[in-house]
């Protein structure tokens, strides 16, 4: 992707600081610092009034409730006006009996979608991805997911990612694969034989190998 001057862009990565921006929304003005101290889960999608699209706010918006509890907002994306998204998202009440209840941002100049390569040429150059980045309470990006235009995305992972990166944070551990609040994390390996010996005698952890143990955080 480049920019209108034809220089390369350069778009963040897991572990940058996430770009700045300050937006018109259907909540009204919203800048990135208004985030700080909470995680954010700043998402995009191609269209208003499209049928994916739709599935996916009023799927956004059950989720929304869990996603408070764990100290995250959602703040959503597309190329569309103020006045588009207020006109969908009273669609969607209309329609489906669910209230929109986080804010849209009006993106029209594409300036948050160019900043954060949400836009992919080869896809569509109108249109935003269906993008997903998951932001910390002190504004470094933790994760980056994209979803081709034609893919709904699953809700129960991005709350499920949410936990991880929160457990992560929190506790310095890891997650495996298909982890869920409650199970089992990874704890980093031994540095030492020393310390690898202990922790086999330890009934706090369950030792697979000496370089993958694992423990309850209960």
Not at 132 to 158: A, C, H, W
């Amino acid at each position: 992707m480049t920019e209108q001057n034809n220089q390369p862009l350069s778009l963040p990565r897991i572990g940058d600081p996430a770009p700045d921006f300050e937006v018109s929304t259907t909540h009204g003005p919203k800048k990135l610092s208004d985030y700080k101290g909470k995680w954010l889960v700043l998402f995009s999608h191609p269209a208003d009034f499209t049928p994916v699209c739709t599935t996916e706010f009023v799927a956004f918006q059950e989720i929304y409730p869990n996603l408070r509890q764990l100290n995250t907002e959602l703040l959503g994306l597309s190329i569309d006006s103020n006045q588009s998204h207020i006109a969908w998202v009273r669609n969607i009440e209309e329609n489906f009996g669910v209230k929109i209840e986080f804010p849209v941002i009006a993106d029209l100049n594409k300036e948050v979608a160019s900043k954060y390569g949400m836009i992919h040429p080869n896809e569509s150059t109108t249109e935003a991805n269906r993008a997903v980045f998951v932001i910390d309470d002190k504004q470094v990006i933790k994760s980056i997911i994209y979803y081709p235009l034609t893919t709904g995305r699953n809700m129960d992972e991005i709350v499920r990612l949410v936990e991880a990166l929160q457990t992560t944070a929190n506790h310095q551990v890891s997650t495996p694969a298909n982890w869920r609040k409650g199970d089992k994390v990874i704890v980093p390996p031994p540095a030492t034989q020393e310390e690898a010996d202990k922790r086999a005698q330890d009934n706090q952890y369950e030792v697979v190998d000496w370089y993958l143990t694992k423990k309850s955080l209960d």
